[in-house]
């Protein structure tokens, strides 16, 4: 079953974290199990806050309702979700949610929060501009695709600063060889920004292009206006990645991201 429209937050009647996961130096998986009656529904692409000691961190649901974890419980009450948290040397409030959760401390959660998510009402296609732990978001949005056998296409960007801040290349090369509605491609952006024009190759189907999100966006496109556009990351990349975009024929009604809630910028409408 799937909700056909946003529900209210709220807290689930239980929750236990089942595993706890390094993906790489700089990115944990969190998989979290929730029971409530009735059940939470959440769209993909929408996020939730992990509440700890009283105070909430939003984190994108890395995963689609009813995901595949979940369905093995055939229990109408249980949902099973993924996120994927960030940490660095320089943000001591992620380092302190991973001590919290390994410790096995108590936490609670509340969902479904935020407007930027996929929402089944047109065949567009998809471009889905991620960045860092955005790739969470993209993750929900191309899961509930697959689980619901969504057609359009999808064309996945996902950039790092460097190559080894990648992570689940494994399920990047699954949907590449199993979905043929998807094309992904990777953005690793150099330390003097320079983008050169040799191509290098994740797995056969997925090429890695030296550059930042937004140049080789415009590398790839000059008609923006076909597609539904969701943006994945911190203020700055999306802020940024708009005004490079907005000359292709962006539409601003059909371009989504949660930063157009937390941290709007004016200088970006149209």
């Keep these: 079953m799937y909700a056909t429209f946003p529900t209210m937050a709220r807290s689930p009647d239980s929750v236990r974290l089942l595993s706890l996961t390094q993906l790489n130096r700089s990115v944990y998986e969190a998989v979290i199990e929730y029971r409530s009656d009735p059940i939470i529904h959440f769209f993909p692409g929408q996020y939730l806050e992990l ?14 309702f009813n995901n595949q974890k979940s369905l093995q419980h055939q229990d109408d009450h249980v949902q099973i979700i993924d996120l994927h948290i960030g940490v660095s040397t320089t943000n001591s409030q992620s380092q302190k949610i991973i001590d919290h959760l390994q410790a096995d401390k108590p936490f609670s959660l509340s969902l479904p929060k935020g407007s930027c998510y996929y929402d089944d009402t047109s065949d567009d296609p998809i471009i889905i501009i991620a960045a860092s732990t955005g790739f969470a978001q993209a993750k929900s949005i191309i899961e509930h695709c697959s689980l619901y056998q969504k057609e359009q296409a999808i064309h996945l960007y ?3 600063r460097e190559q080894e801040s990648l992570y689940m290349t494994h399920l990047l090369d699954k949907w590449s060889r199993q979905l043929n509605n998807i094309t992904i491609h990777i953005a690793i952006q150099d330390e003097d920004g320079v983008l050169p024009k040799e191509r290098e190759h994740l797995t056969p189907s997925i090429p890695i292009r030296r550059g930042m999100l937004k140049e080789v966006l415009v590398e790839d496109y000059t008609d923006l206006s076909p597609f539904k556009i969701f943006l994945c990351g911190s203020p700055n990349m999306v802020h940024h990645t708009l005004k490079a975009l907005y000359p292709l024929n962006l539409r601003r009604e059909n371009t989504f991201s949660d930063v157009f809630e937390y941290a709007p910028n004016m200088d970006d409408s149209q």
């Design 51 to 64: 509440i700890i000691d009283r105070e909430a961190f939003p984190f994108s649901i890395a995963s689609a």
């Design 158 to 160: 996902w950039g790092t």
